[in-house]
């Protein structure tokens, strides 16, 4: 019981409430399957009243009863907060009949924990997030492809660390979030040094707890996404040791339940026809992207126009090779014992018939 309500909890606050250190620890896999039947005890143990969910980028992810088919429930992150900031997908969806309500997550693994649990319908997260998911059986689709954006995305030490090169890694205390896009980077940047996973010493936080135990020195190195990558950059005493060129071959994915990419098609393929017109607006527009995100997200100006400016933008279908590519994230998770089970990414595809209802030309 006192599992469960820590992770309505953490993602309740958007900050990781740490069991690494509790004889109560369990792995990620297991949150994800206990999720389910947690949430629904620990709200009912912790509020008098029936929960909502807010249309507040800062509410809560909590879910309650189903849905009614009018409504879309959307997850977001820092990263992809301009989805509701921009207005352009609450005024597709309107014209349609259809209300969005946005729930913002800290990281893309709460993300899914909440789609899994029926909390959301559909988000944009990075590559590993879904592997983790579906590991735990989750009920989930691709529905399209993010582009990679490999210097958005690295790892920082502090100025005066001895550490010159991620070689100098080995036996070193790593922080990142287990099951994010930088889990998976750092795994690929050890790899090209000749070193391996368990050369490091992982410590597994949310991006707000990461940035604090880095500052505080109690990590040697943060492996981090933007905007949190380029606010560390700009905020704090550090540099960067290393970033995805290279090695970073995806972008990430929207993921939809599969009830909600087969019962509601139309409105999937509007939704993913707004994100690329909104990508394609903001690759011509950055300097207006810049300036909307940093109001939005209240960060320092010169970070968010660091990270708007390399950003890659674009979005695509979930092509044959994509899918192979993700293969090879699942596979190698597996083989570092980090999920419990082999995952086949092809299970989350949903038949032709199916995507073509929805799928981007």
Known sequence: MLNRIFIVLRSVVGRSFSLRDSTLAIPVWLR????????S?????????????????????????????????FGIQKATILLKTKGD????????????????FPAGPPMLEAL?????????????PPIFAQAAGAALTY?????????GNGVLVLKDSPIQSVADLKGKKVVFAKGSSANFLIVQLLEKAGLKFSDIEPIYLTPADARAAFVKGDADAWVIWDPFFAAAEVGTNS??????????????????????????PKILKAILEEVRNLENWSDKNRDEVATVLTDALKLDAE?????????????????NDIIAEQQRVADTYYQLKLIPKP????DAILPPDQVAAFALN
């Open 32 to 39: 994800f399957a206990l999720l389910g039947f947690g949430l």
């Open 41 to 73: 005890i620990a709200i009912a143990a912790c509020s008098p009243t029936t929960p909502t969910v807010s249309n507040s980028p800062n509410a809560s992810p909590v879910a309650t009863n189903a849905p009614a088919s009018n409504v879309v429930r």
């Open 89 to 104: 997908i609450d005024k597709r969806l309107a014209s349609e009949g259809v209300k969005v309500e946005w729930t913002e």
């Open 116 to 128: 899994n649990a029926g909390a959301i319908d559909i988000g944009p997260v990075g590559e590993s």
């Open 143 to 151: 529905a399209a492809a993010i582009a990679p954006n490999p210097k």
């Open 239 to 264: 540099r960067v040791l290393a970033d995805g060129t290279d090695v970073n071959k995806l972008g990430g994915y929207y993921i939809a339940s599969r009830k909600f990419a087969a019962e509601q």
């Open 303 to 319: 970070a968010v126009k660091k990270a708007t400016q390399r950003r890659v933008f674009g979005l695509t279908a979930v092509t």
């Open 343 to 346: 995952v086949k990414v092809q």
